[in-house]
């Protein structure tokens, strides 16, 4: 069977990575092969005609819809496989995309709307032959009710560096302690309710920094003071992993328990959101550390951990 040349436009929200054009930020971003920003409304690529059916699929008033290139690709097939590389390209658009607000959340706490991606193929004479829209759900943030937040191109620069090497990691270290961790915190981030979310933290950090079930509690507070060779988060992780055990082995959880909890949790997000952030990043740039947590997952033996809890009772 003959394989065609297809086009795929790649449209969303401009404002939806809290990105906007400034005089430091180089335009396009390009974030991957296959993923960059361009951030450009007046694109010709972004037709009347396009935003009108967006509106129509997401049911929203179309006019008021501000819309971006965010990249172009091409690829090669034949009319049999045609859906189900549509739908291998958008899956793997989706996971870049995941990747990027986790990158950006690494640099400082971010503000990000459900991000909806609109997928446009185009056939060899231009002609629209398939759509579709892709949603990646909205992240957490301790900044939810706080004014927008707006990444420098500095910043971009730092989130691509980490978004380089958690995709790196997720590729090559399959299943050790960092690729599950990584994956539960990118979980996290995605859970815009702040005692899952903190639950789905501190599950990230036990994938992370612990490789049995006795004092679990004890074993992470003593790694995480010696990864950041300070005890100033011991007590915000404390109230974090209070919350943590209330909300998920709680005898009675009533609504107003619930909510309570929730209050809690909304108090002390942005300071152990923070302390996460250093956490991971003093981790991802200490080859160190990094050596240890990337170890196979289902592996008991890591002296190195052992070597570090011992020094720390001395």
Aim: hydrophobic share 35%; proline share 2%.
């Amino acid at each position: 069977m003959d394989e065609n040349n297809y086009k795929i436009n790649l449209l969303g929200p401009i404002d939806g990575f809290g990105i906007k054009k400034s005089k430091d930020i180089q335009l396009p971003i390009n974030i991957d092969n296959d993923f960059s920003l361009v951030l450009h409304k007046e694109n010709n690529l972004v037709t009347k005609e396009i935003v009108k059916m967006i509106g129509t699929i997401q049911n929203i008033h179309f006019e008021t819809l501000d819309l971006s290139l965010y990249n172009c690709g091409a690829f090669s097939t034949d009319s049999k496989h045609l859906e189900s590389k549509i739908k291998e390209y958008s899956n793997n658009v989706l996971f870049n995309v995941d990747l990027f607000q986790l990158s950006l959340w690494l640099i400082k706490p971010s503000l990000f709307w459900s991000i909806f991606l609109f997928i446009s193929i185009y056939d060899g004479n231009d002609s629209l032959i398939a759509t579709n829209t892709i949603r990646s759900p909205k992240p957490f943030s301790s900044y939810n009710n706080k004014d927008e937040i707006i990444f420098s191109g500095s910043e971009i620069k730092e989130a691509l560096k980490y978004y380089s090497m958690i995709k790196n990691i997720l590729n090559i270290h399959r299943y050790t302690k960092l690729y599950i961790s990584l994956i539960e915190l990118r979980n996290a981030i995605r859970e815009s309710e702040y005692t899952r979310a903190i639950g789905s933290f501190i599950n990230s950090l036990e994938m992370l920094l612990t490789n049995s079930s006795n004092k679990v509690r004890n074993t992470l507070i003593t790694r995480i003071n010696h990864i950041l060779n300070s005890s100033e988060f011991e007590n915000i992780f404390d109230k974090a992993y209070d919350i943590r055990s209330e909300y998920y082995h709680g005898t009675s959880l009533g609504e107003k328990k619930i909510f309570d909890l929730g209050q809690k949790a909304i108090e002390i997000s942005y300071d152990f959101e923070n302390m996460l952030r250093i956490l991971f990043r003093t981790i991802l740039n200490n080859e160190s550390y990094l050596n240890i947590v990337t170890n196979d997952f289902y592996s008991s033996r890591q002296p190195e951990w052992k070597y570090i809890d011992k020094q720390n009772k001395t």
